[in-house]
């Protein structure tokens, strides 16, 4: 229901609750100075139909959004590139969009462990399979 709430308010796009595909829960742990913070991550998938240019990102949560091509997202967590290509756009400090076209590392994403990539890539694998609406293409 979280997750729900927080697409209008941190995305800016009304989401129905069975529109999302749960991926499922994963725990996972952040270490920052003396602060540990242990906490669950409830996953979903969602098969968007809407360009990026709709998207409304609440800055204090957001810094910008971007997509890349799930099997080369795959290929990177699995460390057979070292690199990955995204497209997107991230706000400034005045809201503004900022297009973005460009190849990131690992220090470019939240710092979770490895193993939390590896639950949603096998979570999106599993949908994959199942799925007459989720594709390798997403």
């Not at 959004?65 to 497209?87: C, M, P, Y």
């Not at 710092?111 to 939390?116: D, I, S």
């Not at 096998?122 to 390798?136: M, N, Q, Y």
């Amino acid at each position: 229901d979280d997750g729900r709430r927080e697409g209008p308010e941190v995305l800016g796009l009304v989401l129905a609750f069975d529109e999302l595909i749960p991926v499922g829960t994963i725990p996972y742990c952040m270490i920052k100075e003396n602060l540990i913070d242990k906490e669950r991550a409830h996953v979903f998938v969602y098969n968007n139909p809407y360009p990026l240019d709709d998207f409304k990102l609440q800055e204090e949560e957001v810094a910008g959004i971007v997509i890349t091509k799930f099997a080369d997202f795959r290929s990177f967590w699995q460390g057979e590139i070292h690199s990955l290509q995204i497209n997107g756009f991230k706000v400034d400090s005045n809201g503004q969009k900022i297009n973005i076209q460009q190849s990131v590392d690992r220090t470019h994403f939240v710092p979770h462990e490895a193993a939390y990539f590896t639950r949603i890539i096998e979570g999106i694998e599993a949908i994959i399979l199942t799925s007459t609406i989720v594709t390798e293409d997403i």
